[in-house]
Nanobody
Framework: QLVESGGGLVQAGGSLRLSCAASGRTFSNYAMGWFRQAAGKEREFVAVINWSGGTTYYADSVKGRFAISRDNAKNTVYLQMNSLKPEGAAVYYC?????????????????WGQGTQVTVSS
């Protein structure tokens, strides 16, 4: 089970930190990812991290502003979002992949959270 938290309303230029708490599996073996889906659009890759935290990938649209990290002792993955833009408003989903290698395709992830809404006002 994956449970996201930390979403909310923020002004453009502001920051939020999303958290995703995992339970029920060997979290430290899993690659984890953050994806987002805006109204009327397909789900898209935001950031992913491999099982150890040693490898990360970011979408070009968030590179330099967002940071993904994980704490395997707490079974939690984070997404620090800085300098948020109005186009970043979406439902943000946490996902887990049983194979620990980080990949960017949503279809390759095995488990998904329920999502947390991020709203960015201009």
């Amino acid at each position: 089970q994956l449970v996201e938290s930390g979403g909310g309303l923020v002004q453009a230029g502001g920051s939020l930190r999303l958290s995703c708490a995992a339970s029920g599996r060997t979290f430290s073996n899993y690659a984890m990812g953050w994806f987002r889906q805006a109204a009327g659009k397909e789900r898209e890759f935001v950031a992913v991290i491999n099982w150890s935290g040693g490898t990360t990938y970011y979408a070009d649209s968030v590179k330099g502003r967002f940071a993904i990290s994980r704490d395997n002792a707490k079974n939690t993955v984070y997404l620090q979002m800085n300098s948020l833009k109005p186009e970043g408003a979406a439902v943000y989903y946490c996902a887990a992949r049983a194979r620990g290698i980080a990949v960017v395709l949503p279809s390759l992830y095995d488990y998904w959270g329920q999502g947390t809404q991020v709203t960015v006002s201009s």
